[in-house]
């Protein structure tokens, strides 16, 4: 199988693997895990911050980055497309008790000036108040699209004049920076936490990272431990995060280059429109408009061409390239497409 349902999906490699199986490790709920420590230590210095935590998941980082920065009933920012804003909605609502104010915004890229306006408008419409702004980099559901540095800057002038703290949902920052040319660092400046993830793109099998400096993650670090989300010989697995913070990043360009080869091919095929061109990084958003095919038959068709692609959000398609797709893939992902959207 093809799989390009998600960055997700990836397997660890064989370097991966014995990385894993030499960790050296401890309890690391109480601190004395020394990978998972290393972890957190590389992963702070690369984004210019003070401390990190591993965590077990992005939405696990980004929940314990909503409860340390705000308190029940509070309102936050984020694009209405996030997937804080959808997926975490109710994790969010329920465990941080917070509202969320969505953003409509192409691309789920929107500006300081928007943010300036719904902190402003806020109190007045709910009588609460903003107390965080997030902002995805790079945005998932806007079909992997990076947020420009220059904006992110003038959102966090936004910020600061209001005294709100600024959180990256950075699950595939790598592929934001390796895409802008943009130094992780440069993201961490304009943040006052950031959250990545090394179980997409980056090909490790579990984790997140959530950076910040030390009093906001000593309160992060409560939050995580009240849901669960204590672990013990983490190291295993932060032995996998370390091994593709050091191997994985700067191939995220060829899997970038991957899906705009893809996407220049699905244009070609008659009746697919790609819904993202031009393809920022590794996610390629289509829709199709063929009266003899709903979503069914073009999902069995597509697997017996030996393809599968995301499907949920029908009538568009998400495909995602990552560590297990190469050129070979890509190419044999298109004869599918062709033969199936060729038919009559
Ligand atoms: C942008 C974004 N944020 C957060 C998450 C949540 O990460 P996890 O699946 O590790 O909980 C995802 C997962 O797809 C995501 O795409």
Request: charged share 20%; hydrophobic share 45%.
């Amino acid at each position: 199988m093809i799989d390009l349902r998600s960055d997700t999906v990836t397997l660890p490699t064989q370097g991966m693997r014995k990385a894993m199986a030499r960790a050296k490790v401890g309890d690391s709920r109480r601190g004395e895990d020394p990978t998972v420590r290393a972890l957190e230590e590389h992963s702070a210095a690369l984004f210019g911050k003070e401390a990190g935590l591993f965590v077990p998941s992005g939405t696990m980082g980004n929940l314990c980055a909503v409860a340390a920065w705000t308190r029940p009933g509070d309102v936050i920012v984020a694009s209405s497309a996030s997937h804080i804003a959808g997926r975490e909605a109710p994790a969010v609502s329920h465990m941080a008790s917070v509202a969320i104010l969505g953003i409509d915004a192409p691309g789920g890229i929107f500006s300081a000036q928007e943010v300036a306006e719904a902190v402003l408008a806020t109190p007045s419409r709910t009588e609460s108040k903003v107390r965080l702004v997030t902002v995805e980099n790079t945005h998932n559901a806007g079909g992997g699209t990076v947020f420009p540095l220059a904006e992110l800057k003038r959102i966090r002038s936004v910020c600061a004049k209001h005294s709100l703290p600024l959180h990256i949902d950075g699950s595939r920052i790598f592929n934001a920076s390796v895409a802008s040319g943009a130094a992780p660092a440069s993201y961490g400046k304009v943040a006052d936490s950031l959250m990545f993830c090394l179980s997409k793109g980056l090909g490790a099998p579990v984790g997140s990272v959530l950076v910040g400096s030390g009093k906001f993650l000593a309160e992060a670090r409560s939050v995580g431990l009240r849901v669960g989300g204590g672990m013990r010989q983490a190291g295993i697995v932060a032995a996998g995060g370390l091994h593709a913070l050091k191997h994985h990043v700067e191939r995220l360009a060829e899997d970038h280059e991957n899906a705009r080869a893809l996407a220049l091919g699905l244009s070609e095929v008659p009746r697919v429109e790609i819904v993202n061109g031009p393809v920022e990084t590794n996610i390629v958003l289509f829709r199709w408009h063929h009266p003899a095919l709903d979503m069914l038959s073009f999902r069995d068709a597509l697997a017996g061409g030996g393809v599968q692609v995301d499907d949920r959000s029908f009538p568009f398609f998400r495909a995602v390239t990552h560590l297990g797709i190469g050129k070979k893939e890509i190419a044999r992902a298109m004869r599918a497409f062709r033969e199936i959207f060729g038919r009559g």
